[in-house]
């Protein structure tokens, strides 16, 4: 068919396969065309996302499309996020309309037993209305007139405010340079208003790897050949050094096919390689035969390398650059220009890579008629590989490999060995016989390349550096400070997943000991968590455990699981294939208390789907803020699921952020995230709502003591003016100013002292207990705020004699008392002052003076006499010194306390914050230089750093001959001897 569409036209096939599902890796189908049935599977079936390359033109049919794609199977569902606080506000709003019902029954019955006692008599003088015809009735309505009146106990205007606190604290992370990519001109987005203080509360972390930790960007950084290390950059002094941009680079214009992007700095191997080093050219020709990579070269000298793997792709590119340069190949040759001079070398035979042989290798055939094996992979397999005479080689490499993987980069290994024809013609029988097997194919195909896979030569071994994004190890191990939890969620191999989290520092080397969880059944891998369970914590197996004596009880879920502290540093990892076992209803709790007591997490091989399911097992189970980064619509599903969802604008397209709750361009941004603008939010918040309730209690409840003087009678304290102005005018800016500016530290201290994030985990800052203590507070500054101003009018003149104990000057001297009282409440909450929090505050209160001769001025009260009832009290009592006295009294007896708690609650029930506070004052008197991290090295153990991002099956799809079409030039042709 082709290209030519009128047959296309033509064609009548009938697909039927299976309905929708969210499995990525399964596909059944069946093509039915001219009576006769072609099978589909998942090899023909190319996902929604992916990139066809190396292909001139192809034909497609869309089986699924929109939500029926397997990739949207696994985004899982949008779900609306409120923060912890929200619930927690929701229920607490219930507490206060459940204490106002009760307080109004109380004073109904107070007024009930008034009435019956002394109000009942008392008619002449205050006569019942003509509706009221009995002491029930009049409780009954008097029960309705309290509701309204002590209404502002229930905090109607505390969720506006609340949405103006988070609104701002969102314009923060917008406005925010240090979280601004200067390269793609991106700036952080807040795109939701609702989750800044939850950002102050996060447990644990799921991060994707590829383009999340990782650029995907793979450097060919340092090599091993024949015992001699390459890649090291020294000073003049002869010490290791750091590469920096102002590094002179290698000088590789003696070779025209160099890729310009190539970077070098250790010129000794450029010097080896033009001196004809033997053991350096084959190292490169090695590099540049043994792989699966595709070469394009549309225009004359410019080669582009379509590499199924981006590190066999820098391997490739680096042996180009030194000057073994891959051309091009067919299915059974390939061209390497060496040091100018062009050979084609004959493809015999590719041993495929597998993730259980863990190498790959190629048989070709010189110009000069030698049959040569190379071949690359895991140095635990290779060593196993050499022959014997070449052990002191291997223990020389073996150092270098440990340098290697100290400095967290992924390491191949790499020899050869010469064949002889007779040999490898009785060993090419064999392999043709296993490959046309019907039975156990696959190993019997094993056993043939292990039988020419031996006593190879050591050529040496290639270091690739994983390119992480900036900050990446700083940040992950800040967050461990913070006793942050990060479990890497990914869809890569495991090898490469375990080299980048020791890159990244979510593992290290003195960790006690890493789990490896790979059973393909519940009871093997049900028999594993325990195994791990069982040396991270013995005592966690027994009945007697305070977690099983719980969950014996069979609680009703939803239920939570309390943390438990292992005996050490652990580490685990779990692939997709066990975790789908481990997921299950009667392995989820080994998993996650497994899980949760291991310091990081590695969970690799995963679908979309797995990784929110994991996300979703945290948060059914453990009382934590959960918190997922990604960048690929992979991880869409992760995002959502989370409490909140991070999307990195990165090189794979913009689903993730589109779908988070906060988006920006590099992981190293998250720290500030959280240990800025979070803990910032989530202390501001929890300031703002302890101070919110407090002043309205203590606001509210003077109308109860009240009661007691005015026979129940539902008559108010203050002037109905101050009701109205109390919350909307006088006390909202100075709150509001607390909310926006308030940081008991500033930035640097925040990143520096990463431990002062842990009260938010826990969250410490308002909960129930702080609440009960907001109300006992106000009902304490209520009482003061009532019988302090009685007390000093009671029996009181003035110096003409007449009495100031009259209802209205009573009144302003309460308010007054309150207004002063609450203010000085929030200097005392205030530990960072900025000349907008102190215009908000004092500018409040004089504010509230100016409105008083305002509202109490002689002209507005005879304009508006039934409105504006205080004519003259402004002036009358604010010049009374026992108005001050009050003012002054109930302060001092309000603050008292306050004061005496904060002093003493350091001494007698002191808080890991509040050290970490007293050494930052320290360190703000006598400054000390930043701590410098030291890489420790440890030799007595040693630990593989082999990552290959590569997949099996390609080395049969080059030899096939359908994914190249290149033509060799005529001049370079060569006919081989056989």
């Known amino acids: 068919m082709e290209d030519n569409l009128k047959l296309l036209s033509a064609f009548d096939g009938e697909v039927r396969c299976e309905s929708p599902n969210n499995k990525l890796d399964r596909f059944t189908g069946i093509l039915m065309y001219k009576g006769k049935n072609y099978i589909l599977n998942h090899d023909r079936l190319i996902l929604r996302g992916c990139v066809i390359r190396n292909t001139d033109w192809c034909y497609g049919l869309v089986i699924f499309t929109g939500p029926d794609t397997k990739v949207m199977q696994n985004s899982g569902k949008s779900t609306f996020k409120r923060t912890h606080i929200d619930h927690l506000m929701n229920v607490l709003v219930l507490w206060i309309f459940l204490f106002l019902g009760c307080m109004c029954f109380l004073l109904a019955v107070g007024h009930y037993i008034w009435e019956n006692n002394k109000g009942y008599y008392f008619q002449d003088y205050l006569p019942w209305e003509d509706y009221v015809s009995s002491s029930v009735l009049s409780a009954t309505l008097m029960f309705w007139s309290y509701f309204i009146i002590l209404n502002t106990m229930v ?9 103006i606190i988070r609104l701002g604290n969102s314009f923060y992370i917008n406005w925010d340079q240090k979280m601004f990519y200067e390269p793609k001109n991106t700036p952080a987005q807040a795109r939701t208003t609702t989750l800044n203080e939850e950002l102050g509360q996060v447990k644990y972390v799921f991060s994707d790897k590829t383009g999340t930790l990782t650029q995907n960007i793979m450097i060919f950084n340092k090599c091993s050949i024949n015992g001699t290390l390459y ?116 493809l015999l035979a590719i041993l495929d890579f597998s993730n259980v042989r863990k190498r790959m290798s190629v048989i070709v055939r010189t110009p000069e008629n030698r049959i040569l094996l190379f071949c690359k992979g895991a140095d635990t397999i290779i060593c196993e590989l050499l022959h014997p005479s070449y052990r002191s080689l291997k223990d020389i490499t073996m150092d270098h490999l440990d340098d290697f993987a100290s400095d967290g980069l992924r390491t191949l290994m790499v020899a050869y060995r010469e064949l002889d024809s007779a040999f490898f013609q009785d060993w090419s029988k064999k392999h043709s016989e296993a490959c046309l097997s019907l039975e156990d194919r696959e190993n019997k195909i094993s056993i043939v390349y292990e039988e020419i896979e031996r006593d190879l030569m050591l050529l040496g071994a290639t270091a690739i550096e994983d390119k992480l994004q900036d900050g990446v190890p700083e940040t992950i191990l800040t967050l461990n400070k913070a006793k942050i939890k990060i479990w890497v969620l990914t869809g890569d191999k495991q090898e490469t997943a375990v080299n980048i989290a020791y890159a990244c520092n979510i593992f290290e080397d003195e960790m006690d000991e890493i789990f490896i969880v790979e059973g393909n059944n519940d009871e093997t891998v049900g028999g594993e968590l325990r195994s791990a369970r069982e040396k991270m914590k013995p005592d966690s197996l027994l009945e007697s455990d305070p977690v099983n004596s719980y969950l014996a009880t069979k609680p009703q879920p939803p239920f939570k699981i309390p943390e438990e502290v292992p005996n050490g540093s652990y580490g685990l990892i779990i692939n997709g294939y066990s975790l789908a076992h481990a997921l ?183 909960n129930k207990k702080e609440f009960v203590k907001c109300l006992l507070h106000g009902i304490y500054s209520s009482f003061v705020l009532f019988f302090i101003p009685m007390g000093t009018v009671y029996n009181s003149v003035r110096k003409d004699g007449k009495e100031i104990s009259d209802y209205q000057s009573f009144s302003l001297i309460v308010q007054t008392s309150l207004l002063c009282v609450v203010t000085m409440q929030i200097t005392l909450e205030t530990t960072y002052w900025t000349m907008i929090s102190h215009v908000f505050t004092w500018g409040s209160l004089g504010f509230y003076f100016c ?120 001049r370079n042709s060569f006919h081989f001897k056989r």
């Open 851 to 970: 409105v008083l001769f305002f509202l109490y001025s002689d002209g507005l009260c005879l304009l508006f006499p039934d409105i504006f009832q205080f004519l003259g009290v402004a002036r009358n009592t604010l010049n009374l010194p026992q108005m001050w006295l009050s003012v002054i009294l109930s302060i001092i007896l309000c603050m008292l306390p306050v004061i005496g708690y904060q002093f003493l609650k350091p001494l007698f029930w002191p808080v890991s914050v509040d050290q970490i506070i007293d050494r930052i004052h320290h360190c703000m008197r006598h400054p000390l230089p930043y701590p410098t991290r030291t890489k420790l090295k440890h030799t007595a153990s040693r630990r593989s750093a082999y990552a290959f991002s590569h997949k099996q099956g390609f080395g049969a799809l080059i030899t096939s001959g359908k994914t190249v079409k290149a033509k060799l030039p005529k």
């Open 155 to 163: 905090p109607i205007s505390l969720y506006v405010s609340v949405e």
């Open 231 to 346: 890649g090291d950059v020294c000073d003049k002094n002869g010490p290791r050094t750091e590469v920096s941009k102002k590094r002179e680079k290698v000088d590789f214009s003696y070779n025209k096919l160099a890729d310009p992007k190539f970077s070098f700095y250790d010129k000794t191997l450029v010097e080896a390689v033009k001196r004809g080093d033997r053991w350096v050219h084959l190292f490169f020709l090695s590099l540049s035969l043994c792989h699966t990579v595709i070469s394009e070269e549309k225009v004359e000298g410019e080669l582009v390398y379509q590499a199924q793997s981006p590190d066999e792709g820098a391997l490739v590119t680096a042996a180009r650059n030194f000057g073994f340069v891959f051309r091009s190949r067919t299915s059974e040759t390939i061209m390497v220009v060496e040091m100018g001079k062009a050979r084609i070398y004959q």
């Open 584 to 766: 299950e209803g009667n392995l989820e709790l080994e998993l996650l208390r497994t899980a949760c007591m291991c310091k990081g997490v590695i969970c690799c091989r995963m679908t979309p789907l797995q990784k929110a399911q994991v996300v979703e097992l945290v948060k059914k189970y453990k009382k934590a803020v959960t918190l997922a980064i990604g960048d690929g619509a992979n991880d869409v599903s992760m995002i959502r699921a989370a409490h909140i969802g991070v999307g990195i604008s990165g090189q794979e397209g913009m689903q993730a952020m589109l779908s988070s709750d906060y988006a920006f361009s590099q992981f190293r941004y998250l720290q500030r995230l959280l240990f800025v603008h979070g803990r910032w939010s989530y202390n501001r918040m929890c300031k703002f709502l302890s101070y919110f309730f407090y002043k309205n209690f203590s606001f509210t409840l003077v109308h109860v003591w009240y009661a007691f003087y005015s026979g129940f009678s539902a008559q108010t304290v203050y002037d109905t003016w101050f009701i109205t102005f109390y919350n909307l005018v006088y006390t909202s800016l100075p709150v509001l100013g607390l909310s926006l500016f308030d940081q008991d530290v500033n930035e640097t201290w925040s990143l520096r002292f990463p431990e002062l994030y842990e009260p938010g985990q826990h969250n410490l800052y308002f």
